[in-house]
C-alpha cells in the first residue's frame, strides 16, 4: 500500500476512502491534525519507542527521528469489529488512568515495525485485500497492547462488546420494523444507510450476521407474502404490485411465480376458492 510522508494527504485520504492511511515521517512536521470525528490518530516515535495519540505529543516527540502515524476511520472498524472484538477499543474505552502514552518493549517495538513493513511492500494482485488483512493484524496488536497495560480493561472489553451486541440486535429490529412499514415505497441499500446512519457495507453485514439472510433477498420475501395476503383479499394483480413495492409489473410476477410456484392470478383463483 501506499505509505504516505507527510500528514495532511494521509488525512486526507482516510477521510475520502472512510478507511485508513499511514504516514511515516523523517521531519519535524507537526504531528497533531485537527481531522475532528472524521478519523482516529495513533503515532509511534522511535525517539522513545512509544505509541502516542497525536493530540498527546510534546514538542521533543517531534524531534528529528523516525515518527510512523496511522489514521482510521471509527466506521471503517466497525465494519470488522465482532460481539467478541470490538477493534475501536483502544481509541474509545481506554482506561481513564492512561495518559496516552505508552512505552513499548523490545519485542513490541518489532511486532509493530514488522506489521508497518508488511503493509509497505508492494504486491500485484490482490494487494488491496492483503493491505486490508494486514492493517486488521495491526489494529489487535495495538488493542492488545492497550490491554496488556491495564489488565482490568479486559472486563470492559467484554462489557462493551456485549453493549454493543444489544446495541446491534435493537437497530436490527428498527430496521426491520421499518422495512415492514415501508414495502409499498421503494427500499435501496443506499436509502437504509442514509435513514439509519451507517454504511451500506456495514449495514448489509449486521443484517446478515442478524437474519441469516441479505437484506433484498429480504424485501422480497416480504413483499411476497404481503402479496398474497392482498390477492387473498380480492386485489387484483396490478394493484397487488403496486401495494407491494414492485417497481416493475413483470418483475413481480417472475418474482411470485418463482417464490410461490404458481402465477400471482392461479394463486388468487385458489385462495378465494
Known amino acids: 500500500m501506499l505509505i504516505y510522508d507527510s500528514l495532511q494527504p494521509a488525512m486526507r485520504a482516510c477521510v475520502e476512502t472512510r478507511t485508513f492511511a499511514i504516514a511515516r515521517l523523517y521531519n519535524n512536521e507537526k504531528t497533531m491534525c485537527d481531522c475532528g470525528q472524521d478519523c482516529c490518530e495513533v503515532c509511534f516515535s522511535t525517539a522513545a519507542d512509544k505509541v502516542y495519540e497525536c493530540h498527546f505529543l510534546s514538542p521533543a516527540d517531534q524531534a528529528q527521528c523516525l515518527r510512523i502515524v496511522i489514521f482510521v476511520c471509527p466506521d471503517y472498524l466497525g465494519q470488522f469489529s465482532t460481539e ?3 477493534l475501536s477499543y483502544c481509541f474509545t474505552c481506554r482506561d481513564p488512568l492512561w495518559d496516552h ?4 518493549t523490545g519485542e513490541e517495538r518489532k511486532r509493530f515495525l514488522y506489521f508497518i513493513h508488511k503493509l509497505s ?8 485485500v ?3 488483512a494486514g492493517f486488521l493484524e495491526l489494529v489487535i ?3 492488545g497492547f492497550v490491554i496488556s497495560r491495564y489488565p482490568r480493561q ?3 472489553v467484554r462489557d462493551a462488546a456485549q453493549g454493543a451486541l444489544r446495541s446491534r440486535h435493537a437497530q436490527i429490529d428498527e430496521i426491520l420494523d421499518y422495512i415492514d412499514r415501508h414495502l409499498a415505497e421503494r427500499i435501496s441499500i443506499p436509502a437504509l444507510s442514509a435513514q439509519f446512519y451507517i454504511s451500506g457495507s456495514y449495514l448489509s453485514r449486521i443484517f446478515k450476521d442478524a437474519t441469516g439472510t441479505t437484506i433484498n433477498q429480504y424485501i422480497i420475501a ?3 407474502s404481503h402479496a398474497e395476503v392482498l390477492l387473498a383479499d380480492g386485489h387484483s394483480v396490478a394493484e397487488t404490485s403496486s401495494l407491494c413495492g414492485f417497481g416493475d409489473y413483470s418483475n413481480f410476477l417472475k418474482a411470485f411465480t418463482r417464490a410461490v410456484g404458481i ?3 392461479k394463486y388468487a383463483s385458489f385462495a378465494r376458492c
Do not use: V
Open 101 to 104: 502514552r505508552s512505552g513499548m
Open 222 to 224: 416480504k413483499r411476497i
Open 141 to 143: 496488536f495495538l488493542n
Open 130 to 132: 492483503l493491505d486490508q
Open 121 to 128: 511492500q508492494e504486491r500485484g494482485y490482490g494487494q488491496d
Open 263 to 265: 402465477s400471482p392470478k
Open 154 to 156: 479486559s472486563c470492559a
Open 84 to 86: 467478541h472484538t470490538d
